[in-house]
């Protein structure tokens, strides 16, 4: 596409609080309406955009007081992203990124350089490459040498394994005897700790960092990566975060007019506070600061189930197990929230065939319980849900 792209959402922002009527005009203008897929003008009025069109004379322009001349620049429409974890991305932008360090030298340079460069008092990276540990027996030796008082850890290009310095595994609660299902804390042969977390334990890591994240840090996350969506056109996510105080900051921004995108998001069904604050029968909303949001701009849209067991390792290999999720939930657990929940949304997040399996056999069952109620889930939107 020619010159510079707007997104026509953002345009309508700029004009939603006032009653005028503005035309744009001089455009390349893709419509997404097969009978006119492209035009040279749009007209916005309160807000929307009322009129596109092709041709314009002299006589059109006089009739609008107010225009913009966008000079061949190209405007599409909104693009939606459905499924991605919007906050954890803009709090990896803020975090300090290791995707140039490729050996024990680099790693340790970027630390000096770097190191007083804290989230609310933790030292955290990400991107680290595997090849950096591989002649690395006790990472956290390395890391305590470097930063023996602040509690650092740097996630790994995967997002599977972390490692940590001594401060930051006393911070997490990690000793030598703490367990941790679907990970592993990993200890030497004389049973010492090394300072690496390999899959569930480094996802229980990161659910504790989250924890931690203050509010003024959450909003510079959603405002960062909020930037960069929006330069790639993006003006609506579904976004599949893990904490209902989120959406809280979601809904205090969007009254502060400083979310500029659309956000419908989906909790985390395991998580206590979740269950209590967000599963309330049949609504997709939450009052948490009180009137004023506009909720179709900010609004909850489903509660996800899943404990997804694809790339989890096993004690005697090191080998990626073949996927395969389950679902947590057996199928008389799952036919009870399709039987006492029906005016609310689930999403299911499984990999491979038995996961999905786990859900259709619920539906069976359901559907011989009770022959009077009507599912709402078809074999497609199963299929969908497994994408």
């Excluded at 007209?43 to 041709?55: A, L, Q, Y």
């Excluded at 995707?99 to 955290?124: A, F, M, P, Q, V």
């Excluded at 990566?225 to 900051?249: E, H, M, R, W």
């Excluded at 395991?270 to 506009?294: A, N, Q």
């Amino acid at each position: 596409m020619r010159g510079l792209i707007i997104i026509a959402i953002i345009l309508s922002g700029f004009v939603s609080s006032s009653a005028q009527v503005t035309l744009y005009y001089n455009g390349n203008i893709f419509t997404s309406d097969q009978s006119l897929p492209v035009a040279t003008y749009f007209v916005v009025e309160n807000g929307f955009i009322t009129k596109t069109g092709s041709r314009l004379d002299e006589s059109d322009l006089k009739k609008y007081a107010n225009q913009v001349n966008l000079q061949s620049k190209t405007v599409i429409p909104g693009i939606i992203d459905s499924h991605l974890h919007f906050i954890d991305a803009g709090l990896n932008l803020l975090q300090t990124s290791f995707s140039n360090s490729h050996d024990r030298l680099s790693l340790i340079e970027k630390i000096k350089s770097t190191k007083n460069e804290l989230l609310d008092g933790i030292y955290i990276g990400r991107d680290l490459g595997h090849e950096v540990l591989k002649a690395m027996e006790k990472p956290k030796d390395l890391l305590d040498s470097l930063m023996p008082e602040t509690p650092a850890i740097i996630f790994l290009k995967s997002g599977h394994a972390a490692i940590v310095n001594s401060v930051a595994l006393k911070k997490l609660g990690f000793t030598s005897t703490s367990t941790i299902t679907d990970g592993t804390i990993q200890k030497d042969i004389s049973g010492n700790l090394t300072g690496l977390l390999m899959e569930g334990a480094s996802m229980e890591a990161s659910r504790q960092i989250s924890s931690i994240y203050s509010s003024e840090t959450i909003e510079r996350a959603i405002l960062k990566v909020q930037s960069n969506a929006l330069c790639y056109g993006i003006t609506t996510i579904g976004d599949n975060t893990f904490s209902p105080y989120f959406f809280k900051i979601y809904q205090q921004l969007q009254k502060e007019d400083l979310l500029k995108i659309r956000v419908r998001a989906r909790s985390y069904g395991r998580i206590p506070e979740t269950e209590g604050l967000m599963k309330s029968v049949g609504k997709k909303h939450m009052g948490f600061i009180g009137g004023g949001v506009d909720e179709t701009r900010v609004k909850y849209h489903a509660m996800k189930f899943f404990e997804d067991q694809s790339l989890s390792l096993n004690g005697h290999s090191h080998d990626m197990v073949e996927p395969g999720g389950n679902v947590f939930l057996s199928p008389d657990q799952l036919a009870d929230i399709f039987q006492l929940h029906p005016a609310s949304t689930f999403a299911f997040h499984v990999q491979g065939k038995r996961g999905l399996q786990n859900i259709l056999d619920a539906v069976k069952t359901n559907e011989k319980k009770d022959h009077s109620r009507a599912m709402y889930w078809t074999m497609p939107d199963m299929l969908r849900a497994n994408k």
